[in-house]
């Protein structure tokens, strides 16, 4: 296990906050920081065009922020490719897969906004969607997402982490559903990438979708999206960079990844990714896994102790905790945490208003936690928390 309060002094931000709102965006190293001025004050240029030194040196960055990204996941340079976020890598497979009338797609009730509306649109090009149901605790039977195929079934799209509930689903056996049923399917790891280990060649997904700003550490506007068959999937974004070769009335697409990555990259970025990935590796995505939950199972504990606080999401959760003061709104909570003790958290929907609407409540106060959060920031919150309440009698 690394030392927490070591990890911390690469987040300078953290010496005036406790940041809890790690499932929205984490804070990224100084290491990754540090690669990305780097790029800006030695060598910068655009990607895979030019000959000359800095153009090379920068292609040369890039590529070896995409072997970083492609080794921590075990998945091929070729299939790894890199977008803004996780939603245009969701909007990139939803919008490019050769769908055709009367298909059918499967999706549950607690994603995130970013995996259910692209699939919604879907109903323009005549493709149905069914809504899988979760337990209480924001958990998905598999069974149930069986149920639900029928034989226009073409795609599952499920998070592996609930971003509201913490919940974790069972995505080695709903993605052994899908290759038993001969369907295609979307694994939104958003809230687990970075938090735990996940081998894509060993689950085997057909596509698997994150954020680089989240457990990655990376900035903000940088997305990973795997996919297994490239060639099914037809590029919405065509320019340059992508192709191999155009006369005036045709063009032949270069393979994936550059298929898919039309028009400059987020250069930059994605070299604070890679070095950003490379840290997480480093400390070890297994402990920083454990660590996190560790923080939020004893939240979620201890915030369940206050009697007028109601804790949802189930026992065996990752490291998010989202939780209501009974009779006040999550965005008062969230300031008065702010306002008093330098606590950030998240409140409201957090994008996920089928999810909430299943809880019965109007928004939750969402804390969540990463591989630099401590007990002492626990008790704080849990302290603050508690006068809160205290402010109701
Ligand atoms: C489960 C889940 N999916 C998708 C997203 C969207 O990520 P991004 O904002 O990087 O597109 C989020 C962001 O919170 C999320 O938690």
Known sequence: MYDVLTVREDFPVL??????DNAATTQTPV???SAMLDYFYKYAANHGRGAHRLARETTNHYEDAREMVASFFNMDVANTIFTKNATESINVVSRGFPWKKGDHVI????????????WMRLKELGVELTVVKPDQGGVVDPEDIRSAINDRTRLIAVNHVSNVFGSIQDISKIIGIARQEGVKILVDGSQSAGNMPIDIRSIDPDFFVCPGHKGLLGPQGTGVLY???PDMIE????????????????YKMEPSPARFEAGT??????IGLGRAVQYVKELGVGSIGKHEISLAKETALRLGELDAVEVYGPKNRAGVVSFNVVGMNSHDVAMILDQTHNICVRSGY???????????????????????????EVETLVKTVSDITSLLS
């Open 235 to 250: 590029p919405i974004f065509l320019g340059g960079g992508m192709v191999s070769s155009v006369t005036p009335d045709s």
């Open 15 to 20: 010496k005036d906050v406790i940041y809890l």
């Open 107 to 118: 999706v549950t009730l607690v994603e995130h906004h970013s995996n259910l509306l692209p």
């Open 265 to 270: 990259p987020n250069i930059p970025g994605v």
């Open 350 to 376: 957090h994008c996920a208003m089928p999810g909430i609407d299943h809880l019965g409540v109007k928004g939750t106060v969402r804390a969540s936690f990463a591989l630099y959060n401590t007990v002492e």
């Open 31 to 33: 290491q990754a920081v």
């Open 227 to 229: 996919i297994k068959e």
